[in-house]
């Protein structure tokens, strides 16, 4: 059966708010799998480190399987030790999401994150024999790709993991660009990204609204939405389907993926929930169709 | 005021265009040796063109009282000066001083550094333009001398001071 | 290791090598004209029988010439790089740049003879990272991210056992490389599996009625540039935006800028980095003669115990403004 997972949550959110949102993640929402942990900054990570044990206890105990993410920039000493420090666990799961990750793991059991770059059947080949059980291909994949890489990684006995749902990551760089934007720098940030827990809108010159920042990542200003498109990714092979955490009700947005992969809602019925529960946003899905990522192009034939 | 601006702001008078007419009429048989020599001596240029073998250029000296209409088509070769009034609607137009327009040709320049400086200007095909420099760029040597050159001793002449006073006018221009 | 400070200079054409390997290149860096390299642009590269006639005169020269393979193949299209590699060793080249790990296992395997290089496409910056490919591939020497201090490069030359590449000259990239999808989000073409960067097919320049330009990607104005205002590349990474705090318009990522480390040089060289790396294959065989002249005199007045005296590249920058970006203080980021 297509499993659900819920991605680690990009944005710097309060420990508060975290608690919250995992307790209801716990309680109420059907996805089967959450990843945990800081991958985008790891100035952020101390904010909500002590709540962790915790949380990962919450959501095992309401049976979901959680998996801890690796930074997806390695470069300062933190940066590196909370690389290693996590390589070195064993239960739960751990997702990498930078080589310095899989120099650390070695051949023990991982999953590779969509920082990864696995693009190709070769490259899944390759982390498959170092100990890959599990992949996340990169969002910017079109179909037939996908399809290729997912049937290869299948064969080889891994999971494979597309994302489905909300802002795709399309940069990552050295410098922080919300500190830029508020006139300081990385490590003098006072953590302005608080302040956008969805993201930090950019429009372009003639008023369109384009990207957006999110500490040292630029996103999508659209959310991904490849909901119409699942029963493809499933004939496809893949297992697993990403959602990741907006400032939505992402319970309801998990039961709407639920639900219309199951067959409990129509294709169309779903789709028009998903846009109402994402608000403003606009969806789009031109990567999987190989048009611009920002487009939403509506499905051949649905199915 | 860059140069560009200037030119472009200057209408046009009967006897200007008048002159430029008549000049284009002179340059041409110059024009059609120019190209046909350098499409004989330099054929894999068109193979960087690509697609673009086919695209109307406008090559827009500001200085010069007319315009160039280039299609690279090894087919149908076409150079030809317009007078700016009557030229022709192209896919891709690249408007600069002519010895820098030259300069660019022969790689004396590099034409991203003259874009920078927004001492060159380009409309229209951007990928057309980018085949173009791409395709000139790989050519050993120089097309200015190549060209001076067929036309023997007065031809080299007529260039070198082409280049001393495009020297001399760049300069005036920075003390302004 | 002692630095062997080699200059490694772009080529994006055969007319451009031989300029690079006449100005004094120690070496030279191209790709074929497909997918297989991140400067896929049009009109730009080489054919095979091209890069053949080119390593020739580059070996004549004593030049070594590095094939760039560093995109990322899509799954079901890894052919075009595996035939790209086995072109490039039938040819002789003296080393790959590669970045995806599907195909430095291919190269490691198939023709073990060739050095492998690392591009900064794979984005190794740690220690941990570059061990990773050395240990698995045999990679003999990484191009380091433009996003480290000097210190840090020599702190990692220290933990690493292959030969360190920095960029010296040229566009100064600000995306982590090999992780951005920004051009593939506005035009359906992607950086990773295509090898392009704001392609040329969807760049429009229009000039407004008051001489200033705008520069629009795919129909987004990316930056508008007033009518004597320098301009630089129409990337998104350097364009201007609005934000809820920036009202007025701001360079959300980066101003147009180009890297310029002349005078960090001799630090550099003795930081342990064993070669220089000058970006521009999209650049003019006058870029090309320009900048590997003033690198190559710089080098050898280094090496000879004299004071470089570096020529004035600016010209030939990115909005004509040069920066030394992270190498010399880490406020940059």
């Known amino acids: 059966m297509t499993k659900l997972t819920l991605g680690p949550i990009a944005y710097h959110w309060s420990a508060e708010a975290r608690s919250d949102f995992y307790a209801r993640i716990a309680d109420e929402a059907p996805v089967d799998e959450v990843y945990l942990g800081e991958v985008i900054c790891s100035k952020r990570a101390p904010f909500h480190e002590a709540e962790l044990p915790a949380t990962i206890e919450r959501l095992e105990r309401a049976g979901k399987r959680v998996i801890l993410s690796t930074l997806a920039e390695v470069m300062l000493k933190r940066e590196r030790k909370a690389t290693e420090d996590l390589a070195e666990i064993d239960a739960p799961e751990i997702e990498i999401n930078n080589a310095a990750g899989l120099f650390a793991r070695g051949r023990r059991p991982h999953r590779i994150g969509p920082f990864m770059n696995a693009y190709n059947e070769a490259t899944i080949g390759w982390m498959a024999a170092q100990g890959a059980t599990h992949v996340c291909l990169p969002s910017e994949m079109p179909a037939p790709a996908i399809a290729v890489a997912a049937r290869a990684a299948r064969e080889l006995g891994l999971g494979v993991e597309v994302q489905v749902f909300g802002r795709v990551s399309l940069a990552v760089s050295a410098r922080c660009y919300h500190a830029r934007a508020h006139g300081r720098t990385k490590d003098n940030c006072q953590f302005v990204c608080e302040e956008d827990p969805d993201g930090m809108p950019l429009r372009s010159r003639d008023e369109q609204p384009i990207l957006r920042v999110n500490g040292i990542q630029t ?85 | 005021m860059s140069i560009h601006a200037d030119v472009n702001t200057r209408p046009p008078g009967p006897g200007r265009t008048a002159a430029a007419r008549l000049a284009c009429v002179l340059i041409q048989p110059f024009l059609s040796r120019v190209v046909r020599r350098t499409a004989a001596r330099h054929p894999s240029l068109f193979a960087r063109l690509g697609p673009h073998q086919t695209t109307d250029f406008l090559i827009d000296p500001v200085e010069l009282p007319f315009a160039l209409h280039l299609r690279p088509d090894p087919e149908a070769l076409v150079f030809r000066a317009v007078p700016r009034d009557a030229a022709p609607h192209t896919g891709a137009v690249i408007r600069g001083r002519f010895l820098l327009l030259l300069e660019l040709v022969d790689s004396e320049q590099d034409g991203d550094a003259a874009f920078f400086s927004r001492d060159l200007e380009v409309s229209g095909d951007t990928e057309a333009v980018v085949r173009l420099r791409n395709a000139l760029d790989d050519i050993d040597g120089s097309l200015a001398e190549e060209t001076a050159a067929m036309f023997g001793a007065p031809g080299r002449a007529m260039l070198a001071r082409l280049r001393r006073a495009y020297l001399n006018d760049t300069k005036g221009q920075e003390c302004i | 290791m002692m630095s062997l ?203 407004d009625a008051d001489g200033s330009m705008s520069s629009q990607l795919a129909g987004f104005t990316i930056d508008r540039f007033g009518p004597d205002e320098k301009a630089g590349y129409p990337t998104i990474c350097k364009g201007r935006y609005t934000a809820p705090h920036r009202p007025e318009g701001y360079y959300a990522f980066e101003e147009p800028v180009s890297l310029n480390l002349s005078r960090l040089l001799p630090e550099l060289i003795e930081a342990g980095v064993h070669a220089f790396k000058i970006e521009g294959r999209q650049r003019s065989k006058s870029y090309v003669r320009g900048v590997v002249r003033a690198f190559r005199a710089a080098v050898d007045d280094i090496k000879a115990g004299r004071k470089a005296n570096i020529a004035d590249l600016l010209a030939l920058t990115e909005g004509q403004k040069q920066t030394q970006g992270a190498f010399e203080t880490k406020k940059w980021r």
């Open chain 1, 219 to 303: 996103q999508s200003e659209s959310y991904l939405d490849l909901l119409p498109e699942t029963p493809q990714l499933v004939a496809d092979s893949v297992t697993h389907l990403r959602l990741m955490p907006q400032r939505v009700d992402m319970v309801a947005v998990a039961q709407v993926f639920r639900d219309a992969v199951d067959g409990r809602l129509s294709m169309g019925e779903a789709d028009a929930r998903l846009a109402a529960l994402s608000g403003d946003a606009r969806l789009s899905n031109g990567f999987y169709h190989g048009a611009a990522g920002y487009r939403r192009i509506a499905m051949a034939a649905p199915s």
């Open chain 3, 5 to 207: 400070a080699e200059l490694i200079c772009p080529a994006g054409t055969p007319a451009a090598l031989r300029v690079a390997v006449d100005a004094g290149a120690d070496a030279v860096y191209c790709g074929f004209q497909d997918a297989t390299n991140a400067r896929n642009f049009p009109g730009l590269n080489f054919t095979p029988d091209e890069l053949a006639a080119s390593v020739v005169y580059a070996h004549a020269h004593g030049t070594k010439v590095l094939l760039a393979l560093n995109t990322y193949p899509p799954a079901g299209k890894l052919d075009l790089w595996r035939h790209a590699a086995d072109t490039g060793a039938r040819l002789g080249v003296d080393a790959f740049i590669v970045a995806d790990m599907g195909v430095a296992d291919y190269i490691a395997h198939t023709h073990p003879q060739v050095r492998l290089h690392l591009s900064v496409q794979a984005a190794a910056s740690s220690p941990e990272a570059i061990r990773y490919y050395c240990e698995s591939f045999g990679v003999k020497r990484v191009v380091l991210p433009r996003i480290l201090t000097i210190p840090e490069i020599r702190q990692i030359r220290k933990e690493i056992p292959c030969e360190i590449e920095t960029f010296i000259f040229g566009n100064h990239g600000l995306m982590v490389e090999g992780r951005c999808s920004l051009t593939n989000y506005l035009t359906g073409q992607s950086t990773n599996m295509d090898g392009v960067c704001s392609p040329a097919s969807d760049v429009e320049y229009v000039r």
